[in-house]
């Protein structure tokens, strides 16, 4: 008898009188001590099956039209809320996707992990603070004994969802949900919470339910897989079956997707566009009454980089390292100190009001396209406040001109200038950050994590575009990403950063075949299936 058995299941969404079918008749099962994945895009309905397990949507808004949901052969599907409880956070758990909008901002550590404990089990609060320690050291958080009155703002990406962890096994669960456990993570801390979760399944002989879009995850952690778009599961079966011999066109669509080739190499040398020589950026510490500066964090540490005309300059490494702060530094947008040129002239001493006209030709695409974006103005409106600003098409008609073609270039038909960024994806509301930053005609781009968070097709239709309009506007890029597989796919030259400084840099293949530094390679090895990395490995 299988640990989970989900039968025919429907979800239905009721938004403004509109209904939509999330879920269609999906149906799978999963064994004690299994890992079984659900991959998709987004929208295909993974977490909607994964939250309609442990019955988590909201009241009201959702209906179920078919299914039934076996846990151990009991049905758990429509019964009392009661009922539900004791087998909710207790026998199955979950890990959400963003811990740090799932973990309470106003409680700390200890008292989140030991809800948990003291509402399922019983126990008092001495023992309770006991087992949350065992837990943390579980999860190997560091100095677990100092965290336990911190909160969840004062511990990085990492120690949050070994936090989320850690409350998630509070019970010994038999069932644990991991929905999209590492998005947006380093490399290495991906690599650390993957073998967690991996040998925390083997010692508790618990089933697990991943579910992501990264299949390069998947190839690592999975026995079975069940691909799903459009709310249906279209293709399932082990992994390993369904990867070498896919059956079905999405399936083949999906692992086509995947980036593995590198940069194409470029022609000739160009111009220089930009060039900084021992560039430092340093961020008081300051303690006590009076704010006295009592040292440094040396978040870029004499870092010396040049970009050409048509050329992309990758930039690597963990959370902190610095790829942020030095294209910040480059773009004039935060105080540093050292040489930087601009199009061979001097521009670092440059007052604010000689910087604003070069605004235009060095423009970045942010991170987190949907907190860059202003919520109340039109796509229309935010691509046209740049225009306004720099003067460019002295009247409305010449403007919409400008936005209509930006758009079309981006591929996001122009007619939906008048819509607001929610009413777009992901993948859609980063084409509009690039199409804001191109209607200008910048020289220079500095592209921050472009792609993290996103679908694996879309990043690479990301890819493909920024591709696209630096070959045809000759554009000079700082492409900064802790996915090395994007950065491979997109970089002519890398820089490898550690602590603020750099530690290695090269072209791709030299990076990648031949790693010199034991940091670079502590990177590959995380990124990349170890079985494909071995012979780089050996030889470095």
Known sequence: MSLLEVRDLSVTFRINEQEIKAVKNVSFSINRGETFALVGESGAGKSATALSIMQLHPGGRVVYPSGSILFEGSQIM?????????????????????????????HSVERQISEGLMLHQGMSRENAHRRVLELLDLVRLPEAAQRLDAYPHQLSGGQRQRVMIAMALANNPDLLIADEPTTAVDVTIQA????????????????????????????KMVDRVAVMKDGEIVETGAMKKVFKSPRHKYTKYLLASELNE??????????????????KVFFPIQKGVFRTTRGYVKAVNGVSVSIEKGETVGVVGESGSG??????????????????????????????????????????????????LNPRFTIGQII????????????KKEREHLISGVLEEVEIDPSSRNRYP??????????????????????????DEPTSSIDMSVQTQIINLLKDLQRKYDLAYLFISHDLRVVRAMSHDILVMKDGRIVEQGPPENI????????????????FDLESQEGTLNGS
């Open 78 to 106: 429509r019964v009392q809320e009661e009922a539900l409880q004791k087998v909710r956070g207790n026998r199955i758990a979950m890990i959400f996707q963003e811990p740090m909008t799932s973990l309470n901002p106003l």
């Open 192 to 219: 650390g919470i993957l073998e967690l979760l991996k040998r925390l399944k083997e010692e508790m002989n618990m089933a697990l339910l991943l579910i992501t879009h990264d299949l390069t995850i998947v190839r």
């Open 262 to 279: 590198f940069a194409v190499k470029r022609s000739g040398e160009g111009n220089v566009v930009i060039d900084t020589r021992d560039l």
């Open 323 to 372: 790829k942020t702060t030095l294209g910040l530094a480059l773009l004039r947008l935060i105080a540093s100190r050292g040489s930087i040129r601009y199009m061979g002239k001097e521009i670092q001493s440059l007052k604010s009001r000689y910087i604003r006209p070069l605004r235009k030709e060095m423009q970045i695409v942010f991170q987190d396209p949907f907190g860059s």
């Open 384 to 395: 046209e406040e740049g225009l306004k600003v720099h003067g460019i098409g002295h009247t």
């Open 422 to 447: 929610h009413e777009f994806s992901g993948g859609q509301r980063q084409r509009i950050s690039i199409a804001r930053a191109l209607v200008l005609k910048p020289r220079f781009l500095v592209l």
């Open 512 to 527: 990648f075949d031949h790693p010199k530094n034991r940091y670079t390679i502590s990177l590959i090895k995380a990124a």
